[in-house]
C-alpha cells in the first residue's frame, strides 16, 4: 500500500519537475502501479482505461508511445488509476462492456454483462429462427443494462421485446442502451419485481432470464470486483434459486405453448433447477456449458397440448 502510493505520486510528481510524461512513459509506470496491487490484467486495464480517456484505440495507443500527456489528461488518468486501484471494475470506470456484437454502457447500478451470458442470445436467436413466426415476443426478465434483449432485436428485425427490471435505475441504463442500438421502438420496459407487473393476457415467445443466482454462502466470498456489482443483480437467497424458482412459477402463466424458457445458472444448481421443471408441464429441457466446460444455461419448452 505504502509502496503503492510511493510509486503513485512518483508517477506524477515529476510531472511538477516538468518532465515530460509521455503515453509510453504513462502506460509502463500505471501497469507496475496496478500489478503492485495485485489486479491479474494490469497491462490489459492500464492500456483500456487511457485509451478510452485519449479516446484512442488500443493499437493507435502503440503508435503514439511518443505523444505528450497534458496535466489535466495526467490528472484524470489518476482518477481513474485510483478507482481501479481499489478494486472497483475496470467496465465501471470506462463505462462500458462489449457483449455479443455491440458496446454496451454499464453503471454500477447493473451487472456487467459477461460472455458466458451470450449463450443465452444464441439461444434465443436459434429459437426464434426455428418458430418461423412472423413477429415472436420475447421477455428479457430482470434486464440489467440490456445486453441481452438489446443483441436479439438488433440481430432480429421483426422481434418484440419486453424488459422488466425492480431497479428503476438498471431501467434507465437499459433504455439508453437500446436507444443506441436503435431497437427501442420494438421494445417496452416495465419496472416490476420478475413478471409480476406484466399483463395476465400476455404471453411470450421467449423468456429469458439471468436472474441473481448466488447463494448467501458464496456472497461473502466474492471476488473484490464482482462484490462491487450491485447486490440485488447478484443475490440469490440461502441456495441461490429463490428467483429462479419465482420465476419459474410465474413464467408458467406467460409462456406460449411452443414457447421457450432459457435462464442462466450456477453449475452447482443445475439438478437443482431440473427439479424445478419436473412435472410442470415443460419438455424438451436442454442443458449448454459455457466456454469453461460448465453448465450453464438451462432451456425448456412449454408443453404444447395445453
Ligand atoms: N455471473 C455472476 C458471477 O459469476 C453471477 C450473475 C448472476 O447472479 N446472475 O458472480
Partial sequence: ???????????????????????????????????????????????????????????????SLDRPMNLEELEEYKAMLRR???????????????????????????????????????????????????????????????????????????????????SYEALKVAKENLLRLKVMERCSLVCTCLMRGIRPEERFSVVVANMPYVSSSEMGSLQREVAMEPRIALDGGPDGLFWISQLVLQVAHHLKPGGMLAIEISPQQVDKVKLLFKGKGYDGMKVLKDHLGRDRVVTVVRTKER
Wanted: glycine share 8%; net charge neutral.
Fill in 1 to 63: 500500500m505504502i509502496v503503492a502510493s510511493i510509486l503513485f505520486s512518483r508517477l506524477f510528481s515529476s510531472v511538477m519537475n516538468r518532465t515530460k510524461w509521455t503515453v509510453g512513459k504513462v502506460l509502463v509506470r500505471a501497469k507496475e502501479l496496478l500489478r503492485e496491487k495485485g489486479i491479474s490484467q494490469h497491462g490489459r486495464d492500464a492500456e483500456e482505461m487511457l485509451s478510452v480517456l485519449l479516446n484512442l484505440s488500443r493499437v493507435e495507443l502503440y503508435t
Fill in 84 to 166: 481501479r486501484m481499489a478494486g472497483e471494475p475496470l467496465q465501471y470506470i470506462t463505462g462500458f462492456e462489449w457483449f455479443w456484437k455491440h458496446r454496451f454502457k454499464v453503471t454500477p447500478q447493473v451487472l456487467i454483462p459477461r460472455p458466458e451470458t451470450e449463450i443465452l442470445v444464441a439461444q434465443a436467436i436459434a429459437f426464434i429462427d426455428d418458430t418461423k413466426e412472423p413477429s415472436p415476443l420475447v421477455c428479457d426478465v430482470g434486464i440489467g443494462s440490456g445486453a441481452i434483449l438489446g443483441s436479439v432485436l438488433a440481430d432480429r428485425g421483426h422481434v418484440l421485446g419486453v424488459g422488466t427490471d425492480v
